[in-house]
């Protein structure tokens, strides 16, 4: 990570570099270095170059050959670049050996990835979880941070000066990875009462029987905005990746009063680290357990396709493939070219034109949602004891409730009720209307 060095605020300007190792892998190669750009000037830092590289073989030192690896850090000192961000993974020791060769900060995708979500944790939990993943990421890599110190030591302090650094840097890996494993320890412990309380909170709201959306998507295609738009809420929503980390449940009343939740989740990007996958499990799985998904995707995105594919794919990878999906093509008004809007609607025909900033297409939206719920619910007549009110309370909060009387010591109440309080109901239940 940038404060490796200690030095996160003078990291100003860099050189991207992903190497691809078949043609066949060029058009896609071009597209995630692109990516990696938004994501790297996410971190305000300045991409003065972006480079692909083929190469023959995948090399065990630094990924490439030793030639193209001299090439790449003779073009960053030639811009004055202060750090190579490779979009390839990188080993530890193809790390440090970027490192030893550039004597510049080296990262890989996946530490600028950690990095972003470093900045954008706002809640206890999902600092915890970016606090776990970096430490795992960083454990295998103790002796490239210290390396950096020994280097800076040794030539301010001779070659015996070194030495000792060097023996000392050693003894402190061992303390750090001591310090390290305590860490990553503390934070499961904490991350695991963090899962129960959210498993707590699932079971109140389930309680409730209210029927329950996740809003889903690649990063930055507009999901908390469409949240925002959707329940009157102040969510944070801003134009940059990763803007949101931590899940933001809203209740909203849909046109034929049904009362929904809707969650917005963590975006999604092309090879999200593994490690942040599972770090953000306990957020993510808010889209596993919704009773139906609300695909939202950015229509002036070039790569929508794949991003579509990335959102599809990490979808199975957490077990919600097989729910039922609405697909919202956003940002449709910056759209003004009809062969575009054609093109579009040829890729994604049962997508919804929406836009959420001009709330364009959320009406139909909401009626989308209705009909979703629609096999979930039937009008029925009940005839409820008076004894028995909290039932007419629970139809009145989860329910809509068409009429209202009393006959004796009874409760006669129509209502239109969702399946999932059916059940508990059923045995007070009159001929259906």
Request: glycine share 6%.
């Amino acid at each position: 990570m940038f404060e490796v060095r200690q030095k996160p605020d003078m990291v100003e300007r860099a050189l991207l570099v992903r190497f691809y190792f078949d043609n066949r892998e060029a058009t896609e190669s071009e597209s995630l270095l692109e990516e990696l750009a938004e994501l790297v000037k996410t971190l305000g830092v300045e991409v003065i170059e972006s480079v692909l590289c083929r190469s023959r073989e995948m090399h065990k030192k630094f990924l490439c050959g030793t030639g193209k690896a001299d090439e790449m850090v003779a073009l960053a000192k030639a811009h004055d670049c202060d750090v190579i961000v490779i979009d390839n993974g990188l080993a530890p020791s193809q790390q440090r050996e970027w490192e030893k060769l550039a004597d510049l900060c080296v990262i890989d995708r996946e530490e600028v990835i950690l990095d972003i979500f470093a900045k954008r944790a706002q809640t206890k939990e999902a600092r915890l979880q970016v606090e776990l993943a970096r430490m795992q990421y960083a454990l295998p890599r103790l002796a490239r941070m210290w390396g950096h110190l020994d280097r800076e030591s040794a030539g301010s302090g001779g070659g015996a000066g070194g030495g000792a650094s060097r023996g000392m840097g050693e003894k402190q890996i061992e303390v750090d990875r001591r310090l390290a494993y305590q860490v990553i320890d503390r934070a499961k412990r904490e991350i695991e009462v963090v899962r129960k309380q959210r498993k707590t909170q699932r079971k109140e709201r389930e309680k409730f029987e209210t029927p329950h959306a996740a809003i889903v998507g690649y990063t930055n295609a507009g999901k908390s905005t469409l949240l925002n738009k959707l329940s009157g809420a102040d969510v944070m929503a801003k134009d940059m990746l990763f803007a949101t980390l931590d899940t933001t449940t809203r209740r909203i009343e849909l046109p034929d009063g049904q009362p929904l939740l809707i969650t917005d989740t963590v975006g999604f990007v092309r090879n999200l680290p593994h490690r942040l996958v599972e770090a953000f499990k306990a957020t993510l799985e808010e889209a596993a357990l919704a009773d139906f998904l609300i695909h939202v995707m950015d229509a002036t995105a070039p790569e929508i396709e794949r991003f579509h594919d990335t959102t599809l794919e990490v979808l199975a990878e957490l077990g919600a493939a097989d729910k039922q999906i609405i697909t919202v093509l956003n940002k449709i008004d910056r759209v003004t070219d009809p062969e575009e809007l054609a093109a579009l609607d040829r890729k994604f025909p049962d997508a919804l034109h929406a836009s959420a900033v001009t709330g364009l297409g959320l009406e139909e939206l909401l009626k989308l949602c209705s009909q979703v719920l629609a096999a979930r619910v039937r009008r029925q007549e009940y005839r409820i004891p008076q004894q028995r009110a909290d039932l007419v309370s629970l139809l009145h909060r989860e329910a809509k409730v068409l009429s209202t009387e009393y006959e004796g010591d009874d409760i006669l109440v129509s209502a239109v009720v969702p399946a999932a309080i059916a059940g508990r109901l059923e045995s007070f239940s009159s001929v259906p209307a």
